[in-house]
Every structure is written in C-alpha cells, then in structure tokens.
C-alpha cells in the first residue's frame, strides 16, 4: 500500500466542519484519517504554516481544445488548474466543433487522462452546434461523461429553448450553468454602462442586460420546477433576485469570478484590454453587492472563469480584443485579498466557496477529507508574498491584467487521487 501524511498544516476541510492543526494520513490514494495516533508513512509532507483544504473545483472554464490551440488545450489548461491548486474543473463546450455529441464529451475526458493533471471533466452543450435552435443530446451527452450543461458565454436567449432545456437536464438530475444577459442590449457593448464609459466614449453594457435575463431565468425555473445555475454575476439586482428566489425554494445558485470581487470599471482608463471582461467590470456599489452575496449564502461558489486568449488577440484595440483573463493561477491570491485579508469572509467560508459549493452544484465527489474520499488536496502557504509573474503561468495564456502585482498566499502542493501532480518549483 502507498501511503503519505501531510504533516502539522492547518486542515480546513468545511465539509466536515474541520479547521484544527493536524496530521492527514492517505493510503492508496484516499484519506485514510485525520489527525492520526501514529503518522508514519513512506513519504512525508511538511505542512507547517500552510493550510491544508480539499482540492479546488471549478465549474466553469474555457480551454479552447478542439479549434483554438493556440490559446489553451486541455494539458496546458489542466496544468495550469492544477499550479492554482485546482484539482477538478468542468470545461465549457465552446469549441470547434462544440462540445455537443457523445464523442466529443469522451474527447475531453480522454485528453484529461493523458494530461495527467486535474481532472477536467466536459459541460455538455445545451443546444446543436451552440446555435440556441435546437436541443442537442442531453441524454448522449451526458452517457459520455458530461457533468452539466451550457452555452458557454453566450445566453439562451430563446426562452422556449431554455424552458426545454430546464425540463430535460432536470430529468436526468444535471444543472443547467447559464451566463444571463440579452443579446440586443449587449451588442457592441465593451465595458460597463455608466459614468466611466461615458467618459471614455466606449459603448457600455448596462447592468439591465443581466438582471433582465436572471429574472427571465428565475421565472423559467419557478415554471418548470427546474435547476440553473447563474455564472458570473456582476450586478446588484441580480444578487438580490437570487437571493429571493433561494428564499422562495427554488433551484437557483450563482457564482462570482475574483476579479469581480476586487476590481471595477473605473480602472478601464487606460483602455488596457486585459480588463476587458465578460461580463464586464462594474462600479463599487456592484462589487459590494456581489461580496454580500457571499457573506449571506445567496452565492454559493467562486469561479475562475478562465478565459485564455493568445497575446495577438488580446493586443488589439478594445473594441476588437476579445473579453477574458487567465484566471486559474491566480485565483487564490485574488481571493486572499479581496475576502481574507481585508476580513470580509474567513477561511472555510472561502475554502467552501471552492471546495464543497461547486462539488454539490456539479455532483462530485470531491470537495471533502472525509475518511474513504479520494484525496484530491491543496496545501498552501496563506502567508507567503510574491509577485505574479504571467511569463512563468503553465496556462499557454497570459492575458492577465494582474502580472507584476504583488500578492499573498501561494499553492505549495497539489496532490489528484494521492499522487503529488504539482510540487511547487522553488524560485532561484
């Protein structure tokens, strides 16, 4: 039998209501206990100072694999998860083809065994070829081996498309992640609609554009006793029409990216368009509200929305860059300082945000240390200062408007299944 202790971390596992200084015992790739009588094991990870917490999950994340290599593939894309303590990620099916067919499902799946990374598992499309017409295969789709359904950045806009669709992905118990907005008021639009786009003289996207869709989508899921999933919120109202909605019962959870929680659209002027996001940045008033989403319960995860572009494309003009950043490797440090350091959330609020929020959403088995699991694990030192460096990112991107900032809290290991996939290299 192999088996590994990680010795004297912080173990924060929100799952099983554990935060306590301890060993963590694994045998042949599970936990086989938590704070054990005897450590001894053939190899031994020294935790201490760092906070050891179950591997994060993401729900949503483009890797571009198949059509657009020169941005992300699956084994870069899952490299770079798995360096940003990532040790599952749900894939969009915004691809070339999309992922809208059994085959191409089982595609990624295969790809994610070879990477030898996270695991990366597919988000089926919701409709043929993303066209928003007609419903793709659920069923087959879900045969090979997808975990929920999207459109990936663009919205159902369709409604007795997406009344449909709530109604079948609800049969077969799979959520249905949608990214709110109408079509016709964001056309064209490339930041925020407000005081700064003005300014600017950048055609804005209002804050209209997504609570519309949310409560289209709300009054949707209230009609057919279905289950969706929001991503990416970025405005006020929208929060507070989920948070409504959950008090009424029904089957409504949201996520939120980190740089939505730490920057806003007044930094657009100087039109760098690694700012430029979907949705896009929004004012102070919005960022507060999306952070007491997270306090109350009302948003459930924290979502990288990893959105990797080649230098090319994003060294165009604005209106011509494509929205995104990277997002995976930074994540946690953007967490830290947004939520932790300024006091706003503690760890296992935020942990759960990563860990036990998206495994419910997506029907994981991860998200806990509970004995028997599999031991998908992040350790990481909450205290250590660096400075993100986009040249050194495992991602084939670098579009990130947070290279050269100086930052708190750096993953150390990364361990799938027991094995450790990412020791971090020491900087010389």
Same mark, same amino acid.
């Given at each position: ?51 050891? @917490? ?60 070879? %990477? ?90 209002? %804050? ?29 109202? @929208? ?52 952070? %007491? ?112 900032? @100086? ?22």
């Amino acid at each position: 039998m192999k088996s590994l202790v990680i010795q004297g971390g912080r173990v924060i596992d929100p799952a099983n209501s554990i935060d306590k200084v301890c060993d963590v015992l694994i045998v042949d790739g599970k936990v086989a206990a938590i704070d054990p009588a005897g450590s001894a094991a053939e190899r031994v990870i020294d935790a201490t100072g760092c906070i050891v @917490s179950p591997g994060f999950i993401d729900c949503h994340v483009s890797f571009r694999e198949p059509g657009s290599e020169e941005d992300e593939t699956i084994s870069t894309g899952s490299r770079s998860a798995i360096a940003g303590g990532f040790t599952t990620v749900a894939c969009l099916p915004d691809t070339e083809p999309p992922i809208d067919t059994r085959a191409a499902a089982e595609f990624v799946i295969r790809q994610s065994k070879r %990477a030898d990374g996270s695991r990366v598992f597919p988000l089926g499309a919701v409709t043929k070829n993303l066209k928003g017409e007609e419903l793709a295969e659920i069923g087959q789709l879900i045969h090979g081996g997808a975990v929920g359904f999207s459109e990936g950045k663009q919205a159902i806009a369709n409604s007795e498309i997406m009344r449909r669709a709530l109604q079948y992905t609800s049969m077969w118990n799979r959520p249905l992640l949608h990214q709110p907005c109408v079509p016709e008021l964001s056309a064209g639009g490339v930041m925020h609609e407000g005081y700064v786009s003005t300014v600017l003289g950048l055609r804005g996207i209002p %804050a209209a554009a997504e609570e519309i869709m949310v409560r289209r989508d709300i009054a949707l899921v209230e009609n057919t006793e279905g289950r969706i999933h929001l991503m990416s919120l970025s405005s006020l109202r @929208s929060v507070e029409e989920v948070r409504q909605a959950r008090a009424r019962g029904l089957k409504v959870t949201a996520d939120v990216t980190p740089h939505h929680l730490l920057l806003t659209d007044d930094l657009l002027s100087g039109f760098d368009t690694h700012l430029k996001v979907d949705p896009p940045l929004r004012t102070e008033e919005h960022r507060q509200a999306l952070i %007491a989403g997270l306090q109350d319960g009302t948003i459930s995860i924290i979502a990288s929305d990893h959105q990797p572009w080649a230098q090319e494309k994003k060294e165009r003009e604005f209106d011509q860059s494509p929205s995104g950043i990277v997002g995976l490797e930074t994540l946690l440090p953007i967490c830290i300082a947004a939520l932790i350091e300024p006091g706003l959330l503690n760890w296992s609020q935020l942990i759960s945000k990563l860990t036990l929020g998206p495994a419910r959403l997506l029907g994981l088995e991860g998200g806990t240390l509970s004995v028997g699991a599999r031991a998908d694990i992040v350790i990481f030192d909450p205290q250590e200062h660096w400075t993100i460096d986009a040249r050194q990112f495992a991602s084939r991107s670098r579009n990130t408007p947070f290279h050269g900032k @100086s930052v708190t809290g750096r993953v150390r290991h990364t361990l799938v299944d027991g094995e450790v996939r990412y020791p971090r290299p020491e900087t010389h």
